[in-house]
C-alpha cells in the first residue's frame, strides 16, 4: 500500500514535533552526575519489591547481591511459566521466578549485615517505584531500630532485629489486604514481648548447652548448602 502525500505530511510534522519536544539540557561544566550505583539484588528481589512485596533483607546484604552475577550465569537462559496479576501466563527468566535457596530470613541476620542491607533497602524503594511517601516511612522505620536505646542493653539488638522481622512482614501482609498501619510508630509492648522472647530463647539455649548466637556474630550460609 503506497503513502499518500498527506501521510508523508503527517509523519514530517510529527518527526518535526518530536525534534521540538526532546531537548538537551543547558551544559554546565562541572556538573556531576545523579546517577546512584547501587548493588543489584536478584531479579527475584527486584520483581517482588516492585510489586510491593515483602522481601528479607538478606536480599540486600552483600552476600545476597554477590549471589546476584551467579544465579544470573546458571539460569539466564531458562525460563519458566508464571502468572500475573490479571491471570494471565506469561515467560519470565528463572532468576526472576525463584527464591535463593542460600537465603537467610531476618531473624538470621547479623546486627551489621541488617543494616547494610536495610540501608540498601531503602535506597532501592525509589527506582523501584515506590511512592514517596511510603519510602520515608519505611526508611523512618530502619532508622528508629538503628537509633534505638535498646540495642547498647543486653540482647537489645536481637529483640530489634525480632521486632523488625515480625511488625515489617505484617506491615506488607496488611498492605497487600489493603489496609494501612504507622510502620514509624514503634510499639513498645510488643517491643517488651519480644524481648521476653529473646530472653527464654537464650535460657534454652543454656540449658541444653547450645552455642549462642548473638547479633554481633557473622551468621553466613555454607557455601555448599542454604541454611537449615
Same mark, same amino acid.
Given at each position: 500500500? @503506497? #503513502?499518500?502525500?498527506?501521510?508523508?505530511?503527517?509523519?514530517?510534522?510529527?518527526?518535526?514535533?518530536?525534534?521540538?519536544?526532546?531537548?538537551?539540557?543547558?551544559?554546565?561544566?562541572?556538573?556531576?552526575?545523579?546517577?546512584?550505583?547501587?548493588?543489584?539484588?536478584?531479579?527475584?528481589?527486584?520483581?517482588?519489591?516492585?510489586?510491593?512485596?515483602?522481601?528479607?533483607?538478606?536480599?540486600?546484604?552483600?552476600?545476597?547481591?554477590?549471589?546476584?552475577?551467579?544465579?544470573?550465569?546458571?539460569?539466564?537462559?531458562?525460563?519458566?511459566?508464571?502468572?500475573?496479576?490479571?491471570?494471565?501466563?506469561?515467560?519470565?527468566?528463572?532468576?526472576?521466578?525463584?527464591?535463593?535457596? #542460600?537465603?537467610?530470613?531476618?531473624?538470621?541476620?547479623? !546486627?551489621?549485615?541488617?543494616?547494610?542491607?536495610?540501608?540498601?533497602?531503602? @535506597?532501592?524503594?525509589?527506582?523501584?517505584?515506590?511512592?514517596?511517601?511510603?519510602?520515608?516511612?519505611?526508611?523512618?522505620?530502619?532508622?528508629?531500630?538503628?537509633?534505638?536505646?535498646?540495642?547498647?542493653?543486653?540482647?537489645?539488638?536481637?529483640?530489634?532485629?525480632?521486632?523488625?522481622?515480625?511488625?515489617?512482614?505484617? !506491615?506488607?501482609?496488611?498492605?497487600?489486604?489493603?489496609?494501612?498501619?504507622?510502620?514509624?510508630?514503634?510499639?513498645?509492648?510488643?517491643?517488651?514481648?519480644?524481648?521476653?522472647?529473646?530472653?527464654?530463647?537464650?535460657?534454652?539455649?543454656?540449658?541444653?548447652?547450645?552455642?549462642?548466637?548473638?547479633?554481633?556474630?557473622?551468621?553466613?550460609?555454607?557455601?555448599?548448602?542454604?541454611?537449615?
Amino acid at each position: 500500500m @503506497r #503513502n499518500t502525500p498527506g501521510d508523508d505530511q503527517d509523519r514530517l510534522a510529527t518527526d518535526k514535533q518530536e525534534r521540538c519536544t526532546a531537548q538537551l539540557p543547558p551544559i554546565i561544566m562541572g556538573s556531576k552526575s545523579w546517577t546512584i550505583a547501587l548493588h543489584q539484588p536478584t531479579m527475584y528481589t527486584i520483581d517482588k519489591f516492585r510489586k510491593f512485596e515483602y522481601v528479607p533483607l538478606w536480599y540486600f546484604t552483600e552476600q545476597g547481591c554477590q549471589l546476584t552475577g551467579k544465579e544470573k550465569a546458571s539460569h539466564e537462559d531458562l525460563y519458566d511459566l508464571t502468572r500475573t496479576s490479571d491471570n494471565c501466563l506469561t515467560l519470565c527468566t528463572a532468576t526472576s521466578n525463584c527464591p535463593s535457596p #542460600n537465603a537467610l530470613s531476618d531473624k538470621q541476620l547479623t !546486627w551489621e549485615q541488617f543494616m547494610d542491607a536495610s540501608h540498601l533497602f531503602c @535506597r532501592w524503594l525509589i527506582p523501584a517505584g515506590w511512592p514517596e511517601g511510603y519510602a520515608k516511612i519505611l526508611s523512618s522505620f530502619f532508622w528508629q531500630l538503628e537509633n534505638h536505646e535498646d540495642k547498647v542493653i543486653v540482647d537489645g539488638k536481637e529483640t530489634l532485629l525480632l521486632y523488625q522481622v515480625h511488625v515489617c512482614k505484617a !506491615w506488607h501482609d496488611e498492605l497487600k489486604a489493603g489496609h494501612f498501619f504507622d510502620l514509624t510508630e514503634l510499639d513498645e509492648k510488643k517491643l517488651n514481648t519480644y524481648c521476653k522472647e529473646v530472653d527464654v530463647e537464650v535460657c534454652c539455649m543454656c540449658v541444653c548447652g547450645e552455642p549462642q548466637i548473638r547479633s554481633t556474630d557473622h551468621a553466613q550460609p555454607s557455601p555448599d548448602h542454604g541454611p537449615h
